[in-house]
């Protein structure tokens, strides 16, 4: 079965954001400033150096968001001229996450606290904040359904979040 975005979201409740403003750790404070002030970081013994604006960008973003893909390019082929990584150019990623993380601590106050009846939406921009939100919810022990790219059963997943009290989340 496949819905279309209209068919499926006119059966979700009517969209409320709550901002909530959460303070960083003290290391993702330390790490935030440094790669802003030096475009460079080493983290886990490892070292993240940033080219352009876009990258650092996105970088702070991933630090705010409690974690920091870390990624190495094994460089066998590279032509210059080309631009193109060969076929023997591998990249492999690795995700630091920082020991503290305030925003999830702030989610499971806001899903225990003035959500613990409602239905929620929780969104996520990159894997590495899935995987954090999901595991935190585990152990909350919170029944919860995900939706991210690739997903094939999403009608089905809708259809359980809007047709049972099974999840809120």
């Known amino acids: 079965i496949v819905l279309t975005k209209d068919e499926w979201l006119k059966s979700l409740p009517k969209k409320v954001d709550r901002v909530v403003k959460v303070k960083m750790s003290q290391d993702q404070v330390k790490a935030y400033n440094f790669l802003t002030a030096n475009w460079h970081l080493d983290i886990n013994n490892k070292s993240i150096v940033i080219d352009n604006a876009l990258t650092l960008s996105c970088k702070l973003s991933q630090i705010a968001s409690g ?21 023997s150019t591998k ?7 920082f020991p503290e993380q305030p925003k999830l601590e702030a ?11 409602k239905k929620v939406l929780v969104w996520f921009n990159m894997s590495a904040e899935k995987e954090l939100i999901e595991s935190r919810l585990r152990l909350e022990s919170i029944p919860f359904l ?8 999403i009608g089905e997943l809708v259809g359980l979040f809007n047709k049972t009290q099974d999840y809120r989340v």
Do not use: H, Q, V
């Open 67 to 87: 974690f920091l893909y870390i990624d190495d390019l094994i460089e066998e082929d590279m032509l210059l001229e080309n631009l193109k990584p060969s076929k």
């Open 91 to 97: 990249s492999t990623r690795e995700t630091y996450y």
């Open 107 to 117: 989610m499971i106050d806001e899903l225990k606290g003035a959500y613990r009846t």
């Open 146 to 153: 995900s939706i991210s790219g690739g997903c094939k059963n």
